[in-house]
């Protein structure tokens, strides 16, 4: 096997996943000489699942034990030995989106009709970037239960769909407890 080649990515502000594919596949071809653009690496864009695809031809992609990579910030962690994967793509310039945290231990209560144990809503973030929400007015709602070991958290976006996070990052909720009058 030949000597393994290095790319640096620029240090800049990119707009997505894909907008950074893009310029790995363009280093790589340079660094490596290459003329065809499906020669080395090819990211193409699934908009409608926001899906990249991404294939490669006569290379391997070794990720594993190299630090500062942004394929760990692409959700790649293990070194691409085949022809095709895929990765999310994520809009790095996005707003924020509600967030609606439910919990195990409130009483239902009715939304749209249907009965729910909506805790609340948070706005959630997706700019590279950390945050926080602790809200100035919180919402302290009726336990439905006397006693519990455990409380099951969970947060889902608009559509009811679980909103995932990045694992490189922790997500860390805290919940207020407090005596309520009824």
């Known amino acids: 096997l ?30 490596l000489q290459l003329a065809k653009k499906r020669d080395a690496m090819l990211a193409t864009i699934d908009k409608q699942y926001s899906i990249i695809n991404i294939e490669i031809t006569n290379l391997y992609l070794i990720i594993e034990g ?35 945290v439910y919990a195990n231990i409130i009483e239902n209560s009715y939304i749209n009709g249907k009965l729910s144990r909506n805790l609340g809503m948070v706005p959630i973030k997706t700019a590279p970037q950390w945050s926080l929400y602790e809200p100035t007015h919180p919402n302290f709602v009726p336990i439905n239960i006397k006693q519990f070991s455990t409380i099951l958290i969970e947060l889902r976006d608009i559509k009811g769909q679980f909103i995932k996070f990045n694992p490189n990052f922790k997500t860390v909720i805290s919940l207020s407890i407090r005596p309520i009058k009824r």
């Open 66 to 100: 190299v630090k500062d990579t942004p394929w760990t910030l692409m959700g790649v962690h293990e070194d691409q030995y085949s022809d095709r994967f895929t990765i999310n793509d994520s809009d790095f310039h996005c707003s924020d989106f509600p967030g609606f």
């Open 2 to 31: 030949p000597e393994p080649s290095m790319v640096i990515v620029p240090e800049g502000s990119y707009s997505s996943v894909f907008t950074m594919c893009w310029v790995i596949s363009n280093l790589i071809r340079e660094k």
